[in-house]
Every structure is written in C-alpha cells, then in structure tokens.
C-alpha cells in the first residue's frame, strides 16, 4: 500500500509539472513586417529588416523609412527580436546602451501594441513597424512575415 501510494503521488507530481510547463509556454503567432501602402516597398529581406532595426540602415528599397516598434512584453515583439533580429530583450537593451552612450545611434520608437503600429504606419508614408499578421488589413502592406 505504502509503495502504491508513493507511486501515484510522484506520478501526479510529475504529471502536473509538465502540464504546467505546457501550459505555460508562450505562444507566439506570425508577425508581418508592415509599411504604408504609398511607401514604394513591396518587399524586404529579414536581412534588411534586421539591419533597419538594428540601426545600422535607414533604407529598404531604396527608400528611406523610419522604424518603429512595440514596447517590451508583447508577444509580436518577442518573435520579431527572436526570428528577426536573433536576439534577446535583454541583449537588445545591451546593444542600445552601448550604441547611445557612444553617440552611434538611438532604438526605433516604441509604441504601446500591434493598433498603435499599425495607426501609426497608416499615417506615415516612410513609417515601417511590425505587427500580429492577423491585424494587416487594407491600411498597411506586409512585406514580409515572420513565422
């Protein structure tokens, strides 16, 4: 009886530690790199997105734009620092630190989530952001999606 019942409780222990861990992984959906329809950008490579946000390119295209991006804790922000960029958030705020105490560059200006980007680069025709890819609709063009 004694054995039995050691077995079931580490049983249920264990069982409902992986189902928390399940549970509490992140989810993360595609994000879709956005721009102003009148921008004249039909497209762009996660190179060029990476280094536009990075601060070391202020062009796609050929064209001049200027980016912004969502404040921390989003989960479109999350899959665009991972997948895009290849970094964390603790690692960007590593490289920022460094870039504008040595005077070489400023981040991308944060908005509040995926309707504050998309307003935004609606407004602005050299706007360039990134939301949920649920949210595009006919205001803003992807140019490129992030899975």
Known sequence: ?????????IYLCVSVGLMAGVFSMPVFADVAV??????????????????LFLGKSK?????SVVAVEQKEGNSAR??????????????LKAYWTKLIFSGKGSPPKNLADDAAVKAHVAANPNAIG?????KVDGTV???LTVK
């Open 34 to 51: 956005i721009v102003n329809p009148a921008s004249g950008i039909s497209a762009a490579s996660s190179g060029d997105v990476k280094s």
């Open 130 to 134: 990134y939301i949920d890819s649920s």
């Open 1 to 9: 009886m004694y054995i039995n019942l050691k077995s079931k409780i």
């Open 78 to 91: 999350a899959t665009f620092n991972d997948k895009v960029l290849g970094k964390s958030g603790s690692q």
């Open 141 to 143: 063009k992807s140019i």
């Open 59 to 63: 062009k796609i295209s050929g064209k």
